[in-house]
């Protein structure tokens, strides 16, 4: 099974760039999420990586064999890959087996071979004894499972599974993720599964790539991402983080001394001595009768959970709305103090200046 790697790949809609410059490589067996919002190029991507869209510039490899890139172009058929779409893609006059076997067939395998392959993976997807019916006769979930039995029984190196899973209730998605993770652990192929939901992309992948507006953010693992992110933009992204606009004044041994208005605070962080994002989680912020580090005001609050989410606006520093969980119930305006007990900080690049958008973290 290969590495996947992408060496600065970009690549163009007429004038629209849809990806740029994306470099990244994963490791045999991984399951890479390539996640962000709508429109950010994920199934782009996929397309490029499958052979059914040529990148403008760049080189994608399987292990160290090009498959695109310079004059080199190996057709989709010859890489070995399979593919499960949102809408599963069944053939709906035919049976379960008869959507497995489909392209078997066509690959000329012998019936004793295709009996086995098709037994083997509708164990392994867990739809044994469901051989005989037709798409229209299995739920939604059941559905998917045939879709990634029918890639499965190809064989392939490298699954891409586009939003698999868009068009399952919440229930269902739940098990289906666990379904996903136990079938990758059990084949030798690399997965590669597109969405834009954070949370499925922490549930089921080992490696995960965030695109924004055609641009890698950050190729981490789950924790990476959570704890360490890149950008203000993965902070937001990722676990409903919030930021906030600190100044740098001193960066050494991955620790960032910053000051928050005119608090100081010491956490850890890669950002040079400047401008700076402090990024946190709602885990990181403790409301405290005096002092803290963040002086804030109650807008609004929502039971959630079994306690008041509340939402606090920052009241002496120009910074986003913050928002933590809290025991009781108390009138919007009321001043609440916080103390910052944790996070990381980031530099405030080019790509980031200004307070962003409130509601990037919560586009799911
Ligand atoms: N065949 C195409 N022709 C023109 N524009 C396209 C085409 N495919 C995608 N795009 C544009 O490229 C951008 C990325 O699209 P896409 O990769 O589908 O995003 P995602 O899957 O992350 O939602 C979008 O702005 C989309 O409108
Ligand atoms: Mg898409």
Known sequence: MPRLSLKAVTKHFERHRALDDVSFSI?????????????????????????????????ILFDDQVMAGGHVFMPPEKRGIGMVFQSYAL???MTVRGNVEFGLKVAGLGARERQQRIDDVLEVVGLQGLNDRRPHELSGGQRQRVALARSLA???????????????????RDAMLAEFRRIHSLTDATFVFVTHDQDEAMAVATHVAVLDRGC???LGTPEDLYRRPASPMVARFIGRGKTLPVRVVSAQGGRNRVMLGSEMLDLPGCAPVGEGWLCFHASDLHSVSDGGHLKTELVGQVFQNGAWLSHCLPSEIDGNVVSLPLAEQFAPGT????????????ERGPASHGIL???LASVT
Do not use: Y
Request: hydrophobic fraction near 45%.
């Open 27 to 59: 490791p045999d067996r991984a399951f890479l999420a390539l996640l962000g919002p709508s429109g950010c190029g994920k199934t782009t991507l996929l397309r490029l990586i499958a052979g059914l869209e040529l990148p403008d510039q760049g080189e």
């Open 91 to 93: 053939w709906p006059t």
């Open 154 to 172: 190809m064989r392939p190196k490298l699954i891409l599974l586009d939003e698999p899973l868009a068009n399952l209730d919440a229930h269902l």
């Open 216 to 218: 890698l953010q950050q």
């Open 335 to 346: 001043r609440i103090n916080l103390a910052i007990s944790g996070g990381w900080v980031v």
């Open 357 to 359: 958008p409130a509601d």
